[in-house]
């Protein structure tokens, strides 16, 4: 299989219930208000080129943003300090990323999730994290020949990341802990960073800045060759 068929496979999932039952009722809700674009409302597929070197790893898309869109971090807060970081490294031919078909193109670089579905109170349960997990150990396994690096937005990432990586790559133990800025060398290929989530509790507070964002942004692309 190939990335673009992962994407499609995912995109059609009904494996989680009670997300399957919250990403159609908002779609149902929110329809009017959006009356003017197709609102998605079914699974969000990762985005990037398939030879991408350097993943970003966040946690689920956002109930208005990736589940109106379609699109992973597109059309909500989070997106637009992200897009905007990614532009300024390097990383994006555009600063914003407002819906499937702006024309944006990720240079090098992949952006899913662990979770495919948007959550209530963006909160996924233990079972949905699992349930989902395939999909990310597919995707990791088609990135693999290329990949260098992997930035993890958030602690909730990085928990559902390492077994996914375990599975191909040697992770230390006990597991590496998350932190912002912490850098873990799996096997000598693998560079795993961690990153705050460019939630807005963490944009709005200060606790993450665009600068400390392009920071790790820019050492994960060097660690990629990009
Ligand atoms: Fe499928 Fe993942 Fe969505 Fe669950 S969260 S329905 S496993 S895509």
Redesign the pocket.
Known sequence: ATIAELDEA?AD????PR??AWREEVARKKRAAFADETYWGR?VPGIGPADASLAIVGL?PAAHGGNRTGRMFTGDRSGDVLFQALYDVGLASQPTSTHRGDGLELYGTRITAP???APPANK?LPA?RD??RP?LVRELELLRPRLKAVVVLGAFGWQALLPVLAQTWPVPRPAPKFGHGVEVVLGEELHLFGCYHVSQQNTFTGRLTPEMLRDVLSRAAARAGL
């Open positions: 995912i999932c009904r494996r989680c997300l399957v699974p689920a979770v495919h579905c996924p949905e349930a989902c999909w």
